[in-house]
């Protein structure tokens, strides 16, 4: 399990992702308004929609919200124009960040990105810098309530590349061309995925500690709480037993 996904487990866990409501809904309205716009109103047949849709049911977000996004990206309905935008820099001890967002104001989303690598001893990098780091898979987790050996089975035999069994969760990952195929599969066997989305894996980790592993820890959660950033991938590595006690600080 990468570094990052454990952060993201330990916060969840505890009650921590997202402790803002509105935040996490605000994000999410933005993704299916632009997933709407981008591929047709219907989750059948636009699956980036269906995937943010699942995403907003997990987040209880109520149904009208979602249908209301979905008038507006397909134009039923006025809204605001959402840009995508990316962002690479460094965290660190040369941590490698690639930074996600959907702003309807580039200037002010840059400049709230560049304060807050800088507060949090980062610098700001060229586009192309670190994105050859990570690379696109689907992810899925499950709890480890269940069997291992039929997690394993039923993930692989649908298309799944790995699944690892090191951390709280099971983690499964594979090519975004097979991930609906696997998702599928996990829901047909029954299982309750607490994550299912497509995300960006790092090919090498840096191992952190210390100073070091609290400055990352907070660059990353400053990134993810502003409104314009959507997703927020980092290679750290930091001992598991580490983070969770900087979570308790």
């Not at 700001?124 to 499950?142: H, K, Q, Y």
């Not at 400055?215 to 314009?228: K, M, S, T, W």
Request: aromatic share 6%; proline share 2%.
């Amino acid at each position: 399990m990468s570094g990052h996904s454990k952060w993201a487990t330990i916060k969840r866990k505890k009650g921590k992702a997202d402790d803002a409501r509105g935040r996490a809904f605000t994000k999410l309205i933005k993704e299916i308004v632009v997933a709407a716009r981008a591929g047709g109103g219907d989750p059948d047949s636009n699956s980036h929609l269906r995937t943010v849709i699942d995403k907003a049911k997990s987040a209880n977000m109520p149904v009208e919200n979602v249908t209301r996004a979905i008038k507006r990206g397909t134009g039923e309905l006025e809204g605001v124009t959402y840009e995508e935008v990316h962002y690479e820099g460094y965290g660190a001890g040369g941590v490698a960040v690639l930074v996600e967002g959907l702003t309807d104001n580039k200037n002010r989303t840059i400049s709230d990105v560049r304060h807050i690598f800088t507060k949090n001893a980062g610098t700001i990098a060229e586009n192309g810098a670190v994105g050859w780091v990570f690379e696109s898979m689907g992810l899925i987790t499950v709890d480890k309530s269940v069997d291992e050996e039929t997690v394993f089975m039923t993930a692989i035999e649908a298309g799944a590349e790995d699944v690892d069994t090191e951390g709280e969760e099971y983690e499964i990952t594979c090519p975004l061309s097979e991930f609906e195929a696997v998702k599928k599969a996990m829901t047909d066997a029954g299982f309750e995925m607490t994550t299912s989305e497509p995300t960006r894996l790092p090919s090498n980790t840096v191992k952190i500690e210390g100073k070091q592993a609290e400055q990352v820890l907070r660059l990353i959660d400053a990134l993810e709480e502003n409104d314009d950033i959507q997703k927020v991938y980092a290679n750290f590595d930091i001992d598991m037993e580490e983070m969770a006690a900087l979570m308790e600080e």
